[in-house]
T-cell receptor
Framework: GAVVSQHPSWVICKSGTSVKIECRSLDFQATTMFWYRQFPKQSLMLMATSNEGSKATYEQGVEKDKFLINHASLTLSTLTVTSAHPEDSSFYIC????????????FGEGSWLTVV | GQNIDQPTEMTATEGAIVQINCTYQTSGFNGLFWYQQHAGEAPTFLSYNVLDGLEEKGRFSSFLSRSKGYSYLLLKELQMKDSASYLCAAKGTDKLIFGTGTRLQVFP
């Protein structure tokens, strides 16, 4: 079974609205979670690194005010796409690391966002 | 800077062997991962190398040379279901960076 659960799997929203995607680690505490975005036929692009209890670290070119990340507990991180536009339509996926070395990395199932 | 290079596309025949190469540059190094990803799905873990050498796991093997910043994924006895994208990812000091992925197409 999945060790990282991501919800929702599919979401359609209107342009200008906000949408929240949740990433939960099941049966383990994830001190670090990562958020990726993947456009069709492209690789996973790291958006931000989320550490429990602290502000997320965003990659260059990713707007932190547009992609709000909250990691309020050791098992939950959320990504909120604010004021979504059609160009934000993408596959968003989270991953969580387990263990001190962080060499066990689990991915969520991914969330397809379509902005119309 | 951080950079990962792998071929964009490869083709092979069912039953054959294919090697997918990956070169990387990272800030710090804490391991090299290979993932398989079918279209529209999340990546699935294939292998993890942190020490030099070859790791074999069934039909899949992965090799790492830290001094050369080089890894390869070897797929043996190819099956049609192996048609997918194969992502090379290097873990730096604090994050996992992916290559562009190699789309492998297996033909009968």
């Amino acid at each position: 079974g999945a060790v990282v659960s991501q919800h929702p799997s599919w979401v359609i929203c209107k342009s200008g609205t906000s949408v929240k995607i949740e990433c939960r680690s099941l049966d383990f505490q994830a001190t670090t979670m990562f958020w990726y975005r993947q456009f069709p036929k492209q690789s996973l692009m790291l958006m931000a690194t989320s550490n429990e209890g602290s502000k997320a670290t965003y990659e260059q070119g990713v707007e932190k005010d547009k992609f709000l990340i909250n990691h309020a507990s050791l098992t939950l991180s959320t990504l909120t796409v604010t004021s979504a536009h059609p160009e934000d339509s993408s596959f968003y996926i989270c991953s969580a690391t387990q263990g001190a070395a962080g060499n066990t990395i689990y991915f969520g199932e991914g969330s397809w966002l379509t902005v119309v | 800077g951080q950079n990962i290079d792998q071929p964009t596309e490869m083709t092979a025949t069912e039953g054959a062997i294919v090697q997918i190469n990956c070169t990387y540059q990272t800030s710090g190094f804490n391991g090299l991962f290979w993932y398989q990803q079918h279209a529209g799905e999340a990546p699935t873990f294939l292998s993890y190398n942190v020490l030099d050498g070859l790791e074999e796991k069934g039909r899949f093997s992965s090799f790492l040379s830290r001094s050369k910043g080089y890894s390869y994924l070897l797929l043996k006895e190819l099956q049609m279901k192996d048609s997918a994208s194969y992502l090379c990812a290097a873990k730096g000091t604090d994050k996992l960076i992916f290559g562009t992925g190699t789309r492998l197409q297996v033909f009968p």
